[in-house]
């Protein structure tokens, strides 16, 4: 079966720390995996995506993720953490089947970084 | 390039009423993507054309919902007799092919309200 699995629903940390958010996935073949975000109020924006490679890939306002196939994870991270962080992360997967590419999204980590 | 639009941007029906829901993807992109956010189920998966072609339905509640793409320029999401579960987020996203690793841009989405 297919899944991306976010553990943390919830995230908070003070500005200036490191943040680092969990993703694991569950996937019978080599995975595409992304990160989005979505700003309160807005609807989500692509980060970064790991598709080969290099295992570690870097985004868009400062992020970087780490794809490990040891563990079947993809953690986001970004250092220092900056109020305007303060966002929903999605992990997802591209599940292809069948001639059909569609992401199937974790649940989301609410991130709040407090200043 | 004003991205993807995606209207009303609100939407309130009574039980049993019609909502249609309209997309118009971003230039150039092949590839449209329905998704159904609600707080319970988050991101859900529902339909999506490439090339105006019907590639995958899987998420799609079958009786009720259905979806069409008459030309590359625009999308429709129909719900016939709403149901207040269906109450919830419709995001539309797009891009460039559909065929594989490639970045999705969400629209702002449409918030159904079922009374």
């Known amino acids: 079966a297919q899944s991306v699995d976010q553990p943390d629903a919830h995230v908070t940390l003070s500005e200036g720390a490191s943040l680092e958010l969990r993703c694991s996935y569950s996937y019978s073949a080599a995975p595409y995996l992304f990160w989005y975000v979505q700003y309160p109020g807005q609807s989500l924006q692509f980060l970064l995506k790991y598709i080969t490679g290099d295992t570690v890939v870097k985004g868009t306002k400062g992020f970087e993720a780490e794809f490990r196939k040891s563990n079947s994870s993809f953690n986001l991270k970004k250092s220092p953490a900056h109020w305007s962080d303060s966002a929903k992360y999605f992990c997802?997967?591209?599940?292809?089947?069948?001639?059909?590419?569609?992401?199937?999204f974790g649940e989301g980590t609410k991130l709040t970084v407090s200043s | 390039n004003a991205g993807v639009i995606q209207t009303p941007r609100h939407k309130v029906t009574g039980k049993g009423q019609e909502a249609t829901l309209w997309c118009e993807p971003i230039?150039?992109?092949?590839?449209v993507f329905w998704y159904r956010q609600t707080i319970v189920q988050g991101l859900e998966f529902l339909t999506y054309f490439r090339n105006q072609a019907p590639i995958d339905d899987s998420g799609m509640p079958k009786e009720r919902f259905s979806a069409q793409m008459p030309n590359q320029s625009h999308s429709t999401l129909k719900i016939q007799s709403t149901q207040p579960q269906d109450s919830a987020v419709y995001l539309c996203?797009?891009?460039f092919g559909g065929g594989g690793a490639e970045t999705l841009y969400f629209g702002s989405g449409t918030r159904l309200t079922v009374l």
């Open positions: 997802a997967l591209e599940a292809y089947q069948g001639g059909s590419a569609k992401l199937i």
């Open positions: 996203a797009s891009s």
């Open positions: 230039s150039g992109h092949s590839a």
